[in-house]
């Protein structure tokens, strides 16, 4: 028992000294806030410059989303208007006014 006992006191006086103080864990508390508060400073500052990235890209897709659907109302109109040209009807004329007055006279 006495060789027991021995060992354990050996191993604690082996393990007392590297064991931290109240005074060594109050620094080490002083600095790991002083570490939090400049990590959430910089994360803030990350964050409000990912924003403004986040921002300017939307604007940037909206702006080719407005430019895109106007080039297309353009294509559609135009592509429209030539097919009504070109597909009129080859034997329709143009009447006149006297071709009218003569139908309506019955002449």
Same mark, same amino acid.
Not at 4 to 15: G, I, Y
Not at 18 to 30: G, H, I, P
């Given at each position: 028992?006495?060789n027991?006992?021995?060992?354990?006191?050996?191993?604690?006086?082996?393990?007392i %000294?590297?064991?931290?103080?109240?005074?060594?864990?109050?620094?080490?508390?002083?600095v790991?806030?002083?570490?939090?508060?400049?990590? !959430?400073?910089?994360?803030?500052?990350?964050? @409000?410059?990912? &924003? @403004?990235?986040?921002?300017?890209?939307? @604007?940037?897709?909206?702006?080719?989303?407005?430019?895109t659907?106007?080039?297309?109302? !353009?294509?559609?109109? !135009?592509?429209?208007?030539?097919?009504?040209?070109?597909?009129?009807? %080859?034997?329709? &004329?143009?009447?006149?006014?006297?071709?009218?007055?003569?139908?309506?006279c !019955?002449?």
């Open positions: 028992m006495d027991r006992l021995t060992a354990l006191e050996t191993k604690w006086d082996a393990v %000294p590297t064991l931290a103080t109240k005074a060594d864990l109050d620094k080490l508390e002083c790991t806030k002083a570490e939090m508060a400049v990590l !959430g400073q910089a994360t803030k500052a990350d964050i @409000a410059e990912l &924003r @403004a990235d986040v921002h300017k890209t939307a @604007a940037s897709l909206k702006t080719w989303a407005m430019a659907l106007i080039a297309m109302l !353009g294509f559609q109109t !135009g592509l429209m208007a030539w097919f009504t040209r070109a597909h009129d009807a %080859p034997h329709a &004329r143009t009447l006149s006014a006297s071709d009218l007055q003569g139908d309506l !019955g002449s």
